[in-house]
């Protein structure tokens, strides 16, 4: 289990500081940042500006980054320090960084309360005129981009983030659909190492979801990735469309 999550890290600490450049990172996160808006009730309701955000497997900030002008803050985690770099430079690189709403730290996210993530949540509160002291920090929305299929255990993880969430609070995770054998060339063989479950099944995620305690459960196909997949079992390389699930909850 660590060996595999050694190999992620390695792998994202290599690829971190080119992520950017690769146009499909930029255009699935495009395209979830879409979903969420389409799904998340405060964004068509004109209180998103409220909102209080926890994205896990931040990465670079691709999604954190568009969502930042539309919520009150954002606290990104992720545990490969090549994508924290990346998404650390983006906020030296404001205009003003010290007024950011966003924030990322080195979490493998296990309890609400670790002390990085409230640590971070206190002084984005601060940096807003808050008094920095309202702990524990629970959040009104949680979200995360291709990062469930990587993460060892479904129900630990969806119990943390319950914990996570303030009363009312949702989630709203996207992540590829392992639609079957054909949802493997996802990833080229190189880069499955670290990967622990070849996207995520509909039906398993919404029972997962249901059995943490979460209401209004549903995974929606929300959109369409197409790509290039390497040649492969005598297959020829060629262009695959790789449908995203949207994971949805809410904390009562
Ligand atoms: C495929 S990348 C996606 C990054 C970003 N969400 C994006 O779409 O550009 C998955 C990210 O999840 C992070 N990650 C994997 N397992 C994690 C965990 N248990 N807790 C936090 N981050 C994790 C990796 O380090 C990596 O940055």
């Not at 994202?12 to 998340?40: C, G, L, M, P, Q």
């Not at 497997?57 to 980054?65: A, I, P, Q, R, V």
């Not at 990322?104 to 509160?125: C, F, R």
């Not at 979200?143 to 993460?151: A, D, G, M, P, R």
Request: charged share 25%.
């Amino acid at each position: 289990m660590a060996s595999q999550r050694d190999a992620a890290k390695a792998r994202f600490d290599a690829d971190a500081a080119d992520w950017d450049t690769n146009k499909k990172h930029v255009e699935s996160v495009d395209k979830a940042f879409e979903a969420i808006k389409r799904y998340v009730p405060a964004f068509g309701d004109g209180s998103a500006k409220n909102l209080d955000v926890l994205e896990i497997g931040c990465g670079t900030g691709l999604l954190s980054f568009q969502l930042a002008p539309h919520v009150r803050s954002i606290v990104g985690v992720d545990t490969s320090e090549g994508m924290l770099d990346a998404f650390n430079g983006k906020i030296a690189g404001l205009l003003s960084p010290e007024k950011a709403n966003v924030a990322a730290v080195n979490v493998l996210v296990q309890e609400a309360d670790d002390v990085h993530v409230q640590g971070a949540a206190a002084a984005l509160d601060t940096r807003r005129g808050g008094s920095g002291h309202d702990t524990p920090y629970r959040f009104d929305l949680i979200v995360s981009h291709l990062t469930l299929h990587h993460i060892p255990s479904m129900p630990a993880i969806f119990a943390t983030l319950f914990q996570c969430l303030k009363p009312g609070g949702r989630i709203a995770l996207t992540d590829y659909e392992d639609f079957g054998p054909g949802a493997i060339p996802f990833h080229p063989k190189d880069k499955r190492e670290g990967v622990e479950r070849h996207g995520i099944q509909k039906e398993a995620i919404e029972t997962i979801i249901d059995g943490t305690g979460f209401n209004e459960v549903r995974a929606e196909r929300a959109f369409v990735l197409r790509k290039e997949v390497q040649a492969e079992d005598g297959k020829p390389a060629r262009e695959m469309d790789f449908p995203f699930l949207i994971c949805l909850g809410q904390r009562s």
